[in-house]
């Protein structure tokens, strides 16, 4: 390899994962306050369950803020459900329908 590829295509060292986490639906806006403590940190999806009044929320965050992201939600929603650790190359997913499409 040439270092022209090299510098052409920088290899991204950053590595992201998603967290799932069940928690009571009035206690979302806390846990959105609480990850916002914790940099490069976003709630990208909250899926509401109805009939046990919980939401989903699928957390997206640096690997390396692994410890601070479940710390952060263990020490304010000490009542919820986490899920497994997914590894992610991106640092933000494309979301999967558009407003245009949905109406």
């Known amino acids: 390899m040439s270092c ?3 510098l052409a295509f920088p290899r991204e060292t950053t590595r992201f994962a998603f967290l799932n986490v069940v928690i009571a639906s009035r206690d979302a806006l806390l846990a959105r306050k609480a990850l916002l403590t914790c940099p490069d940190t976003a709630i990208t999806r909250c899926t509401p369950i109805p009939k046990d009044n919980n939401v989903k929320l699928e957390i997206h965050f640096p690997t390396d803020q692994v410890d601070g992201v479940i710390n952060c939600l263990l020490t304010l929603l000490p009542n919820g459900e986490i899920g497994s650790i997914v590894a992610c190359a991106t640092p933000r997913p ?3 329908t558009s ?4 109406t």
């Open 4 to 6: 022209l590829s090299i």
């Open 94 to 96: 494309k979301p999967h």
């Open 99 to 102: 407003h245009a499409r949905m």
